[in-house]
């Protein structure tokens, strides 16, 4: 999730907000461009353990989803539930491989791997008392972002409005009250059957929406020199 979510800090600046000294900041004319901006994303991605109310980006060390849909497939369980009140878990542990803007096409490509993300609900049929667990490991991700520019007081504006993303783990762990055992046998027909669309769409959701609450408040000629 989401993370990335991260961009701000990539940028130092944020409209003269205070940030942490260690947040970096690159120049859109610089010949590597590139690789400040991975390092910025990798940097900011692993700060995002607080809140940082100036630029209205939430701590993501857990991030709250209000609901979760899983199923309806078929195989080999019908599980069909929601989950409501989750937390999820391990944004700010990215590996970041690649975080590149192109100012041209207006996109944003993300890849890089999660190495553990936690997704915890509270489980209704103990009011809560009990938690509803999946653990993904080494968690592949890569995201292609597009946004639409406005200009504000001579300033860019971008908000994000559509995408493309894909979520691939080498390995799901699932504790539910129920099912256990033939759910974590077939792990991936669960996960890619059962699950994917929903995940993809939560943090999908998420990584827009941080996105946007970001670069609302933050121009691109405030985030970049
Ligand atoms: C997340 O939910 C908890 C309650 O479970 C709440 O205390 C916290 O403020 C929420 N965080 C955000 C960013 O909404
Ligand atoms: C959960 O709460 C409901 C009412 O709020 C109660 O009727 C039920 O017995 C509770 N179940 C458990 C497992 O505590
Ligand atoms: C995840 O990746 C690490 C490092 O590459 C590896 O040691 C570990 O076995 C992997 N875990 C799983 C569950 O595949
Ligand atoms: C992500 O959300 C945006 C806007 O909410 C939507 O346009 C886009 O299709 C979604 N992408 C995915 C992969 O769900």
């Excluded at 792990?187 to 941080?210: A, C, G, I, P």
Aim: hydrophobic share 40%.
């Amino acid at each position: 999730m989401r993370a990335t979510v991260v961009v701000c800090l990539l940028v130092a600046s944020c409209a003269g907000v205070t940030l942490p000294p260690n947040f970096q900041k690159c120049n859109r004319n610089q010949p590597d461009l590139k690789e400040c901006l991975l390092k910025a994303a990798q940097n900011g991605i692993s700060q995002l353990t607080r809140a940082y109310d100036e630029v209205n980006i939430p701590n993501v060390h857990p991030l709250n989803v209000s609901e979760l849909f899983i199923g309806a497939g078929v195989d080999p369980v019908a599980v069909d539930k929601e989950f409501k009140g989750c937390k999820l878990d391990g944004f700010h542990n990215m590996n970041v491989d690649k975080f590149e803007f192109d100012f041209e096409g207006k996109t944003l490509t993300i890849a890089g791997t999660f190495p553990e993300q936690t997704l915890e609900c509270p489980d209704e049929f103990t009011n809560g008392t009990e938690l509803v667990t999946i653990v993904l490991k080494n968690v592949t991700f890569s995201g292609l972002f597009n946004y639409e520019e406005t200009m504000k007081d001579g300033k860019t504006f971008i908000n994000f409005v559509s995408s493309k993303i894909n979520i691939d783990p080498e390995l799901a762990v699932f504790h539910f009250d129920f099912f256990d055992e033939v759910i974590n046998d077939n792990w991936k027909e669960f996960f890619n059957e059962e699950m994917k669309d929903d995940y993809v769409d939560v943090v999908n959701r998420t990584l827009v929406q941080l996105f946007n609450n970001f670069f609302s408040k933050v121009s691109l000629e405030e985030a970049f020199d």
